[in-house]
Structure formats: structure tokens, C-alpha cells
């Protein structure tokens, strides 16, 4: 597990990334949207309420109104046949008379006339020419013979113009009867509805009970036309309710049966005007749930960002303590062996010196003899092999040192030459030529020897392995303004791209494939830092790369 | 001036042979011993100017050595030998007691150049 996170650390953090903001938005923004839409709906149904409140208190209003203008003139015509003779009313002058009153007192009122039981006109008054018409076989008629009073639908007649008829029968002692018969003007009917369309996308109107419509409507036709929905079932109070059509727009329709007449009012308000308000809201509340969204998503983004950075630097910090740790155990185990190896040879190496020595003095001392020369040039070469040795056993020792800080007073020029000299035999095999730039005022520095010994091998292996064949190496070393020293290694290697340069102190990031560990600069980059000064690095595909190492003059307080 | 006497002690004899001629080629008067026990004994018997000691030893060790010397003679100088390394932290004290440490293998001219030292000390 911990090896596939150190192998594939992007891809890991991107998962852990798009989990998070993943799982924040639904935790987040599934609230706010539930908590909209219920908003939105409920909204919605408290403005249906109302608004079918407002409709249906119009409609009652408009249904009472209309009742009580027919009732009113049907109770006009009922006190006159009553009080006037029959006599009175067949005289056209007096039922002239009457008319004038009417209209003076009660509005719509057309014309007047007697009709006895057999259904001649006997008396009219009015601007039609309707004077010895037979009603005989007229529906109103009969209606009017069977109840008393009628109030008839809009219909042509003998006018050949939409009228309505109100008329009341009168009974007499012999059995007879006869009838007082008025007509209303229609327009008084849609003054009376005129009310209900205040609204600019609405439409109310009256239809019979027969489906035909009795005043002009906004959406279905004119006057006489068929209504071509269906006729809503009876009902003694006005009724109210939202109904959807075709097209999904919610359409608030309502309908009043007029008592003593066959009129129903019909009101229908369109999606246009029941709607404006509750768009109003939903603009509103999509302005909010958008910038409340892009808002969240704003935090969200930048707080995973940002936390899920911050875990991947520490878990890198982690790792990279946990394998400076076992690179320092490693490299004190590898530091005890060494010793023990050195140790082992200097012993014997100490006898061969002294042996070697010995026949050095005998052949010294002694006069000339036969291959003297010979016997001392050997001497000696037993002895510089001996000295050879003794360098690479001291060397050994000095990685035994113990991996703590040491501090002591360092010669920077003599320790880089010791560390290039550590590369020699590499330097020559590859024919690299390593040239030093010391100015002259460069001081010694309080520092750990066996510590900066590491920090320039490091960058020396690495410079060596860039350099490959017959390339050059410079090492500057000079004193900065502030105390500090500069010591920089540049070559003229193979370069680094820019994308492995940003990764270059991180544990693990190797381009040397199975060569490397990975470890070297970022042990490098941890030891400079320890050491209180800081690393930094340039370089140029095809031109080289140049390390830059800044320490202290005086050491800090480690 | 009187000839210098020296007390050479290593557990390898081939070692101590070797020193003890090419010392006294130099006209030291060296001689030398193999182990601790008579390294003490050769201490008691007879006065040396300077002791080359070697630090790791079969037995008794160097340093158990060169207390056991100081307390017969604590102005004898002590030249320690090692073939490990000086800057031994855990024996700092004990190898400050010392004229001198050195690191095999050691020069020869090293090594008188470090006993006239210690001598005239």
C-alpha cells in the first residue's frame, strides 16, 4: 500500500482530491438545492391557494350579482302584471308608459309586451315590429306556461339579434292566463362579467346549459358559438380549481350555475397571469441557488486545494524524515564496517611499513653491494604502495566518524579537493577535467567536516554522471556580503529539464533510473539545511547544471 | 646526552621487532614486549624515557595499560598507537593522557621526531 502511494503519489492525491470535493458538494449543496425546490414548491401551492381564494371570491361576487339582476327584474315584471289589469296592460299607450318606467328604474330592458295563453302578441312596445307574432310554439312559451316565470338563453328570435327573454305569467279566475314579456339587452350581461377580466390574459363568459356560449369569449368564439369544452357538472357554490393543459402551463378555471336562469359563468385564468408572480419567485430563487453554488463551489475548491497540499507536503516531510533516518543508519552502518576493515589492514599494513623500513635502514647503512639499487628502488615501492594504502584506510575511517553534527574550523578549499580527490580515479577514467576558482579572501568556516564531505560528493557523483566522457567541471568558492560563503559546483553535463528540476530535492525523484536511489540531493538538501545554509539549483538542457550551496561563516546553533 | 630508552608494546611481534631494530639503528635504546602484563613488569624493572603503546590489545588493553604505567611513573610519556582512529570520542579523556596518538601505519622518522618530543617534554 505504502509502496504504490509512494509510486503513484499524483494519481493518489487527484483521487483523494476529486473524492473530497466530490463528497463536500453533495453534502453541501444537496441541502441548499432540496431546501430551494420544497421552498419553491410550497411557494408555489400557498400562491395557488390564494390566488384560486381571489378568483373564486370574484366569481361568488360576479354569480350573486348576476342572480340578483335577473331575480330583481323578473320581480319588476311580476309586481306589474299584478297591479295592472289586463285591460291596462293591452293599452299600448299605458304599457309605453310602463316601459319608460322600467328602463328609468331598472337598466336592459329593451321592450315589453302582452301575449295572451294562446300565444298571440296582443300588445308590444318596442323597436322591433313584433305586433301579432305567435309564440304558441316557442320553448320560452311553454316554459313560462309551466313555471310561472322564465328567464330564457340568449337566442335570435323574430330580432334576428341575440336577446334575452324575461317574461311572467298571470292567471286569471276563468283559467286563463297570459303573459308579461320583457327583453334584456346582452350587453348587460357582459358589463356584469366585465369584472372578472381585470386580468390581461384572462377570459369570463357565460354558456347555457346546452354548451352554447351566451357572451363573446377571449378563447373559444363569439356569442352563440359552441363552447367546445366540456359543460362542468352542477354545483350550488362558485367552484375553483387549477387545471393543466396540453402544454404543461397550470390554468386556474372556475364556474358558477346562475340560479333561476340556464347560465353558467365560466372564468378561466391563464398561466400568463397565474404564473407572473411565482416566475418572479423563481427568477429570485435561481439568482440565489446559482451564486449560492458557484459560491460553495469557490470554498469548496479552494479549501480541498489547499488541505489536500498541505497533507501531500507533510506526507512527503514524513517520508523524507523516515528515509533520512534509515539513509543515516544505513550510511553509520556502512561507516562502522569500514572502520572495522581499516582497522583490520592497518595492523598488518603497519608491519609491511616497518618491515619494508627496516630493509630501507639495512640497505641504507650497509656499504655498496650487488643490486643495492635495485633493493632500495623496491623498498620504496613496497613503501608508496604502503602510503597508497594507509590514504585509502585513513578515508575509510573518516566515513566512520559519527553522523551527528560535528562542528570545527574548515578549510573550504582543502575539503573540496579532498572530496574531488575521493573522485579521482573516476575523474581520470573519464577524462574530466576539474578546475577550482578560490578568491582570496575566502574564510574558514565553523561547520561539520564529515558532513559537508557528503553534501559535495553528492553533487560531485551527480555532476560526474552528467558529464559523462572529456567534460568539465568548475568549483567556485567565494565570500558573500553577509557571512556567508558561496560555493558552487557548475558542469557542463547533459542539463535538466525544468520539469525534473522542481521535483530534484524531493526523496525518491531520480532520473538515473535503477542507478540512483533517489536519496542523494534530498540527504544533500536536509544536511545544508541542518547545517543552516540553503541549496539551489539552474540548468539548461544541453548545457549543464550549476549547484549553488550558500553556509555560514559561523556556525548557528545547530 | 644519555641514550634514549624506549619500551615498544604491541601484540604483533613482527610489529615490535621491527620498531625495536630500526629505533635502535636510530640509536634509541629500544626494546620491546607483546602483551600488557609484561609491559608493566618491564615498567617496574627498569626506567624507560618514552612508551609506544598500542591501543587494541588481546588481554589487557592499552589504555588499561598506560594507567596501570602512570601510576608506577606518571611523568612517563606515553606515544599511543591505533589502528583505528584518534578522534575517538568515547576515549577522548584517556588518549588526552597521552603524549602523543598516531594512526597506523606510522612513519618512522614520524615516530623519533615524536619521542625526542616527548623526551625534552
Known amino acids: 500500500m505504502e509502496k504504490n502511494i509512494l509510486k503513484n503519489p499524483k494519481f493518489r492525491y487527484q483521487r483523494l482530491w476529486i473524492f473530497s470535493m466530490l463528497i463536500m458538494c453533495v453534502v453541501s449543496l444537496t441541502p441548499l438545492i432540496i431546501l430551494t425546490f420544497t421552498n419553491y414548491y410550497q411557494y408555489e401551492e400557498v400562491h395557488t391557494v390564494e390566488f384560486t381564494h381571489q378568483v373564486t371570491q370574484l366569481l361568488s361576487g360576479t354569480k350573486q350579482n348576476l342572480e340578483f339582476f335577473l331575480r330583481e327584474r323578473i320581480s319588476a315584471l311580476s309586481f306589474i302584471i299584478n297591479e295592472k289589469s289586463f285591460d291596462e296592460l293591452a293599452d299600448k299607450k299605458k304599457l309605453r308608459n310602463l316601459l319608460s318606467n322600467l328602463k328609468s328604474s331598472f337598466d336592459g330592458f329593451i321592450d315589453l309586451g302582452l301575449i295572451d295563453s294562446r300565444g298571440n302578441h296582443l300588445s308590444y312596445v318596442g323597436p322591433y315590429e313584433l305586433l301579432g307574432k305567435n309564440y304558441k310554439d316557442q320553448e320560452w312559451f311553454e316554459e313560462v306556461t309551466l313555471q310561472g316565470n322564465f328567464v330564457s338563453d340568449v337566442f335570435m328570435g323574430f330580432r334576428k339579434f341575440p336577446h334575452i327573454v324575461i317574461a311572467v305569467k298571470h292567471e286569471i279566475e276563468n283559467g286563463d292566463f297570459y303573459v308579461l314579456r320583457a327583453t334584456l339587452n346582452t350587453d348587460i350581461l357582459n358589463d356584469k362579467i366585465h369584472s372578472l377580466m381585470y386580468w390581461p390574459q384572462s377570459d369570463a363568459f357565460l354558456i347555457n346549459n346546452e354548451g352554447t356560449l351566451q357572451t363573446s369569449s377571449r378563447f373559444y368564439g363569439k356569442i352563440l358559438e359552441k363552447y367546445p369544452l366540456q359543460i362542468p357538472p352542477f354545483a350550488p357554490n362558485a367552484v375553483v380549481k387549477p387545471q393543466h393543459d396540453a402544454e404543461g402551463n397550470t390554468n386556474i378555471v372556475g364556474y358558477a350555475y346562475i340560479q333561476q336562469s340556464p347560465f353558467i359563468l365560466i372564468v378561466n385564468k391563464q398561466s400568463v397571469d397565474y404564473m407572473a408572480n411565482l416566475f418572479k419567485i423563481r427568477n429570485r430563487l435561481m439568482w440565489f441557488l446559482g451564486i449560492s453554488i458557484i459560491f460553495i463551489l469557490l470554498v469548496i475548491f479552494g479549501s480541498t486545494t489547499f488541505f489536500v497540499k498541505l497533507l501531500r507536503k507533510s506526507e512527503l516531510r514524513q517520508a523524507k524524515a523516515l528515509h533520512d533516518m534509515e539513509y543515516t543508519n544505513k550510511m553509520a552502518s556502512i561507516g562502522r564496517l569500514a572502520a572495522g576493515v581499516a582497522h583490520e589492514i592497518n595492523n598488518p599494513l603497519a608491519i609491511i611499513n616497518e618491515k619494508a623500513g627496516l630493509l630501507k635502514d639495512f640497505a641504507s647503512l650497509k656499504p655498496d653491494f650487488n643490486y643495492k639499487d635495485k633493493v632500495l628502488q623496491g623498498v620504496d615501492s613496497i613503501l608508496k604502495s604502503v602510503d597508497r594504502c594507509s590514504v585509502i584506510t585513513h578515508r575509510l575511517l573518516g566515513f566512520a566518524k559519527r553522523m551527528d553534527i560535528i562542528t570545527e574550523v574548515i578549510d573550504l578549499e582543502l575539503l573540496l579537493k579532498e572530496v574531488t580527490g575521493f573522485l579521482e580515479r573516476e575523474a581520470n577514467l573519464h577524462n574530466i577535467n576539474i578546475d577550482f576558482h578560490f578568491t582570496e579572501d575566502l574564510p574558514c568556516i565553523h561547520s561539520d567536516r564529515g558532513q559537508l564531505q557528503q553534501v559535495f560528493l553528492n553533487i560531485l557523483t551527480n555532476a560526474y554522471y552528467a558529464v559523462k566522457q572529456g567534460g568539465k567541471i568548475d568549483i567556485y568558492a567565494k565570500k558573500l556580503d553577509r557571512d556567508e560563503v558561496e560555493i558552487t559546483i557548475a558542469d557542463t553535463g547533459v542539463g535538466i529539464s525544468e520539469e525534473h528540476l522542481e521535483h530534484i530535492f524531493e526523496p525518491f525523484y531520480t532520473t538515473k533510473g535503477k542507478y540512483g536511489t533517489g536519496l542523494g540531493l534530498s540527504i544533500t538538501y536536509g544536511i545544508v539545511q541542518k547545517l543552516g545554509g540553503s541549496i539551489s539549483v539552474k540548468s539548461k538542457l544541453g548545457e549543464g547544471t550549476k549547484f549553488s550551496v550558500h553556509l555560514p561563516i559561523r556556525s548557528k546553533d545547530f | ?121
Open chain 2, 1 to 121: 646526552m644519555d641514550e634514549i630508552r624506549v619500551l615498544c608494546v604491541d601484540d604483533e611481534e613482527e610489529l615490535v621487532s621491527a620498531w625495536v631494530e630500526r629505533l635502535q639503528m636510530r640509536s634509541i635504546e629500544a626494546e620491546g614486549v607483546t602483551n600488557g602484563q609484561d609491559a608493566i613488569k618491564r615498567v617496574k624493572e627498569k626506567k624507560f624515557d618514552v612508551v609506544i603503546l598500542d591501543i587494541k590489545m588481546p588481554g589487557i588493553g592499552g589504555f588499561e595499560i598506560m594507567k596501570l604505567i602512570k601510576n608506577e611513573d606518571p611523568d612517563l610519556p606515553v606515544i599511543l598507537i591505533t589502528g583505528h582512529q584518534c578522534q575517538d570520542e568515547e576515549n577522548e579523556g584517556l588518549i588526552a593522557g597521552s603524549f602523543e596518538c598516531l594512526v597506523k601505519p606510522v612513519d618512522i622518522e614520524i615516530l623519533v621526531e615524536k619521542i625526542m618530543k616527548a623526551v625534552k617534554s
